[in-house]
């Protein structure tokens, strides 16, 4: 079965300081993988996404992630942090194979950003 | 697109009252998702649909939650009866055939129930 850990609940970064995100997958074969970010009261916004290809994935708001299969890694980056990056995280591993669909989440890390 | 649309975004109710969420998926996408998050047990897929047709169940907890599919534009999620462990944020989402292109999600609706 696939797993998804985020051993980071909560982290504190200053606003311009560089962030990285942590998350570890468990799937047998190379999973499909995506970053999601909950601002409160919203629902998940995809943020990136990877799926085969170029191991380092650009998304929006100047996030990006890098797959390492060799660590069971696709932790999420940001050279220079936003207050408004403040926000709460999720990894979400799923199977790549044909349309098997679910999407397993982790337990989210909340961003708090300092001014 | 106006992406997923979910109704009501809050839901306050008394324990023991039927409960319907709505939510309205993405037009095209072949999958729709309700999920449950709570600050216990965060993001909990309760069941999944392909193309109106329910997948997997597994997820819901109890017989008193029930999920139909009608046709490809309407989900409804319903507990019956209520309770004040059912409170929740409760997601409803939706996605194209092909599993790399990642769930959208609708903003939620807030149940409490008290």
């Known amino acids: 079965a696939q797993s998804v850990t985020q051993p980071d609940i909560h982290i504190t970064v200053s606003e311009g300081a560089s962030l990285e995100l942590r998350c570890n997958y468990s799937y047998g074969a190379t999973p499909y993988l995506f970053w999601y970010v909950q601002s409160p009261g919203q629902g998940l916004q995809l943020l990136l996404k990877?799926?085969?290809?170029?191991?380092l994935v650009q998304g929006i708001k100047g996030f990006e992630a890098e797959f390492k299969r060799s660590q069971s890694s696709f932790n999420l980056r940001k050279p220079s942090v936003h207050w408004s990056d403040a926000a709460e995280y999720f990894c979400a591993v799923g199977a790549n194979t044909g349309t098997a669909s679910k999407l397993t989440f982790g337990t989210g890390t909340r961003l708090q950003v300092t001014l | 697109d106006a992406g997923v649309i979910q109704s009501p975004r809050h839901e306050v109710t008394e324990m023991g009252q039927e409960v319907t969420l709505r939510c309205k998926p993405i037009?095209?996408?072949?999958?729709l998702f309700w999920y449950r998050q709570t600050m216990m047990r965060g993001l909990e897929l309760l069941i999944y649909f392909n193309n109106n047709v329910p997948i997997d169940d597994s997820g819901m907890p109890e017989d008193r939650f029930s999920a139909k599919m009608p046709n490809a534009s309407f989900s409804t999620l319903k507990i019956q009866p209520s309770e004040p462990r059912d409170s929740a944020v409760y997601f409803c989402?939706?996605?194209?055939?092909?599993?790399?292109?990642?769930?959208?999600f609708g903003s939620g609706t807030r149940l409490t129930v008290v």
């Open positions: 990877y799926f085969s290809g170029d191991t």
């Open positions: 989402a939706s996605r194209p055939g092909q599993g790399g292109y990642g769930y959208t």
């Open positions: 037009s095209g996408h072949d999958y």
